[in-house]
C-alpha cells in the first residue's frame, strides 16, 4: 500500500485522497463525482490557479493563445502528452488573453509557454512549441 496522494479536483477544486495505487483507475472526486485524474488538459484560470498547483502530483502548465498558430498546433502533443502522463502528472492549458494578469504573474514573454510546477514551485519553463518525444524527454529530465 502506497501513501495516499492529495490531488485537487479538476472541477470543484476539492482536495482529494487518493491512494497511490488507485490513481490509475480514473478516480471520481468525493465532492462532485468529476473525474480527478482525466487523460485531457484541464482549464485553468485566475480563479483556480492556486487550487490547481495544490497536491502532491506535478502540474504542467501550457500557456497559450487562441490567435497563436504554434499553440494551434501545438494543442494535440499537449493533449496525447495528458493521456500518457495521465495518473503521474496533472497538465492544465492557460489562455493567456483570458487570464492576462496571471499570465503576467508568471513573466510570460512569449507562448506557447510550458512550466512545470512541483509542490506549488516551479521547476522548469520551456518556450515554444516541441513534438511530443521532445516533451516527454523534457519531462524526464525533471523527473517524470
Ligand atoms: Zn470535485
Known amino acids: 500500500m502506497s501513501d495516499p496522494l492529495l490531488i485537487p479536483c479538476p472541477h470543484c477544486n476539492g482536495l482529494n485522497r487518493i491512494p497511490g495505487e488507485r490513481r490509475h483507475e480514473s478516480p471520481r472526486c468525493g465532492r462532485c463525482k468529476a473525474q480527478v485524474l482525466p487523460a485531457a488538459p484541464i482549464e485553468l484560470t485566475q480563479g483556480n490557479f492556486a487550487s490547481q498547483l495544490k497536491g502532491d502530483l506535478p502540474l504542467l502548465v501550457d500557456v497559450w493563445a ?4 504554434p499553440c494551434q498546433a501545438f494543442a494535440p502533443t499537449f493533449q496525447q502528452a495528458a493521456t500518457q502522463l495521465q495518473g503521474r502528472c496533472r497538465l492544465g492549458k492557460l489562455d493567456s488573453e483570458a487570464n492576462a494578469q496571471l499570465s503576467g504573474q508568471l513573466g ?9 510546477f512541483r509542490g506549488g514551485v ?3 519553463r520551456q518556450s515554444g512549441a516541441m513534438p511530443l518525444p521532445q ?5 524526464r529530465q525533471h523527473g517524470l
Open 122 to 124: 516551479e521547476v522548469a
Open 135 to 139: 516533451l516527454l524527454a523534457w519531462l
Open 66 to 69: 487562441s490567435w497563436c498558430g
Open 108 to 116: 510570460i514573454r512569449s507562448i506557447p509557454s510550458l512550466i512545470l
